[in-house]
């Protein structure tokens, strides 16, 4: 084909490239004496009806399109050759290698160079993303980024180029499904036909660890389907790391939620480290079990401690001691007479004391509610605080929390907050207010990575964001 004239117009050059039906030139226009790309696609017998679909879609998109880092759409034509039928689309050439082509070549890219390329790409993305609605690419690789040559400290000019992917979201909610896509550089929602903007955020992490890395994310991927890629690279900065840790979350809720939001954390770290997966601390004893539309947390009360010795080796000698004067003085059978809200209290505190050393409290949650229980010896002591699933609206870990009364004073390093509309519930130890859903963090009754991870769990089922309060401090009952 080489020399061969389409429309009239284009003369081609040389081949870019080949994919399954498709090809892609560098073409001479005729009228203006400049290179640029020509894609065709061609009805062979590789074509299918959803390469078409895909095809058109590009040129749409292309078109509507304006940015200096994305090829400008030309113009588009059918082709009706005796050995060649299909459309073409015509886009501006960009002279500059892929990142693929760089790296074959055995060129290694410095932490300086990795994240300007990051920074370029992420201004092209929220440029995408930010559009109503959303321009998603859906195949992010180091194939379809083209890096210009060096230009004093600066990495060079980063364009992303083939969208033969794109799509958007007002045709993602109302489409087909279609997996598109690169394995090793597709988030797992791509792998369900889903795709949002935050996948290609997961796919230019992904991108970026091949440059630091010099390996196949694919080859990275462990049986849990993260990229293991710590142990293959030596970056100064932990901030880095953490940030493509940030970026290659497997669950779509855990990665930035916007290539914006991206970008500053990049620019300007705080605490991505935070926003990382939290495992279970090993000597935990709660008890975290989660189906599809069930989640039921057990938690264990701490058990006999020397401190609650030391509370309650007085009230049971001062106990027994009442006892004993009020049989001596009034008769075994008078000490029915002593007044009931005096055994009411007895009762209370000896049931409390129970149940720090055996019980349990249990937090369920389903489609339809969450349900807060105190059992000892498989006896629930109150009626189940519960309210609507729909009622829950926030998530919230307060630090530092002192509280004062006449009595005591007390401090919760940590707690975990579930709001719950008008009625919510609280859970702290031993205290009941009906105004707050609370997990309290008492000494030996959580630690705050235990606090981080059942916020995380509890955020992913509801679908919840985290909120932080730093300081909480209450005088009085």
């Not at 959303?134 to 364009?159: C, Q, T």
């Not at 001062?318 to 004993?324: T, V």
Request: charged share 20%; hydrophobic share 40%.
């Amino acid at each position: 084909m080489t020399r061969q004239i389409l429309q009239e117009r284009y003369e081609i050059q040389r081949q870019l490239g080949k994919n399954p039906g498709r090809k892609t030139l560098l073409v001479k226009d005729l009228e203006t004496e400049e290179l640029v790309v020509v894609k065709l696609l061609n009805f062979d017998i590789e074509f299918d009806w959803q390469d078409l679909k895909l095809f058109e879609r590009e040129a749409q998109i292309l078109e509507e399109l304006s940015h200096p880092a994305i090829p400008s759409y030309l113009d588009s034509f059918k082709v009706d050759l005796p050995d060649t039928k299909g459309f073409g689309l015509v886009q501006t050439y960009i002279p500059a290698k892929s990142l693929e082509e760089h790296l074959q070549q055995g060129r290694t890219f410095s932490e300086t160079e990795v994240k300007q390329i990051a920074t370029a790409l992420l201004e092209v993305l929220t440029y995408l993303h930010s559009r109503q609605p959303a321009v998603i690419h859906r195949d992010i690789k180091p194939s379809n980024i083209l890096l210009g040559d060096r230009s004093g400290n600066n990495v060079g000019d980063v364009y992303l180029v083939d969208f033969g992917a794109v799509k958007t979201t007002a045709v993602q909610q109302g489409g087909t499904m279609t997996v598109v896509g690169t394995y090793g550089y597709m988030a797992q929602e791509q792998f369900g036909g889903r795709a949002v903007p935050a996948s290609d955020l997961y796919s230019l992490g992904a991108t970026l660890i091949y440059l630091v890395t010099g390996n196949h994310p694919a080859d990275l991927l462990g049986d849990d389907m993260v990229i293991k890629f710590e142990e293959s690279v030596n970056l100064s900065s932990s901030d880095f790391v953490n940030w493509l840790k940030w970026m290659t979350q497997t669950t779509l809720k855990k990665r930035p939620s916007s290539a914006e939001v991206a970008l500053q954390e990049l620019e300007n770290p705080t605490v991505v480290e935070s926003k990382l997966f939290v495992a279970k601390p090993q000597d935990s004893k709660v008890q975290l079990t989660k189906k599809k539309d069930e989640l039921e947390i057990i938690i264990p009360s701490p058990g006999f401690s020397s401190q609650l010795g030391i509370i309650c080796l007085p009230m049971l000698l001062m106990l027994s001691g009442l006892i004993y004067i009020t049989v001596i003085t009034l008769g075994a059978i008078l000490i029915l007479i002593v007044p009931i809200a005096f055994w009411i209290v007895v009762l209370s505190v000896w049931q409390q004391i129970l149940f720090t050393i055996f019980g349990l409290t249990r937090i369920y949650i389903n489609k339809n509610k969450i349900e807060i229980t105190y059992e000892l010896f498989g006896s629930k002591l109150t009626k189940p605080d519960s309210s609507a699933r729909n009622d829950i609206c926030k998530l919230e870990i307060v630090e530092r929390s002192t509280h004062n009364n006449t009595v005591s004073k007390y401090e919760i390093s940590a707690s975990l907050i579930i709001w719950a509309g008008t009625h919510n519930h609280e859970l702290v130890a031993f205290l009941f207010d009906k105004g707050i859903a609370k997990l309290s963090m008492y000494p030996k009754f959580f630690t705050s990575l235990e606090i981080e991870w059942l916020a995380q769990e509890l955020g992913d089922f509801l679908e919840l964001p985290i909120s932080r309060d730093s300081v909480s401090i209450k005088r009085g009952w």
